[in-house]
């Protein structure tokens, strides 16, 4: 399986994926604004014609990538909530899970935290939905933790957006050559994070 195939296998066709995958190595090197069609459809082995076949502009190109991994991330957050497991439990899972996504897929996390601003602002409206979505389902696990007397937190929103917020800055610094791999970070993140919830 390609690497576009893997990030993006509901995406086709797979000239579809390539222009995602140039587009996100694009963004990271030289930030959204900077880059320029021609330089993803060259970075893809096409024609700068060739790219609007497939989207219609630069901001449709970081619009799916951003919805992709906002939607591949809720989606890991939303099958663990669902699980029926201890809140403990759970949210050690969706912080392994959460931060070793952000960790694997660093350039992409990159590009869908960081570019926000560069959405239009329908898009942005609809990737911002995604994220309310995702905190409250954080924001859910914490309350049931609380209520159970599992977690000691006095504001439940602020430490929901603290979880997340150690999560997604994982993709800012995370390389390969960081020192460990993205599973055993997110486990190391997890047990943190539960210490932070103040779980005994």
Do not use: C, N
């Not at 390539?18 to 090197?29: G, H, I, P």
């Not at 201890?86 to 912080?95: A, D, E, Q």
């Amino acid at each position: 399986m390609t690497l576009s195939a893997e990030l993006w296998p509901d995406v086709q066709p797979d000239a579809a994926r390539r222009l995602m995958l140039a587009a996100v190595e694009s963004f990271a090197e030289r930030g959204y604004h900077a880059t320029t069609t021609r330089d993803i459809a060259s970075a893809a082995g096409m024609s700068p014609a060739a790219l609007y076949v497939h989207f219609p502009s630069k901001a449709a190109l970081l619009f799916a990538i951003s919805e992709s991994g906002h939607q591949q991330t809720l989606t890991l957050v939303e099958s663990v909530a669902k699980r029926d497991q201890s809140p403990l439990v759970k949210m050690h899972k969706i912080v392994e899970d959460f931060v070793s996504w952000h960790a694997r897929r660093h350039t992409v996390a990159r590009v869908v935290q960081y570019e926000l601003k560069a959405l239009p602002e329908k898009e942005y409206e609809v990737i911002a939905g995604l994220r309310r979505r995702i905190e409250q389902t954080v924001r859910d696990v914490i309350a049931e933790g609380t209520e159970q007397g599992v977690f000691t937190v006095s504001d439940v929103r602020t430490a929901a957006r603290a979880v997340l917020s150690l999560g997604v800055d994982v993709a800012r610094w995370y390389t390969e050559r960081s020192g460990k791999t993205p599973k055993a970070l997110g486990h190391d993140y997890a047990e943190l994070t539960l210490r932070m919830l103040g779980a005994g």
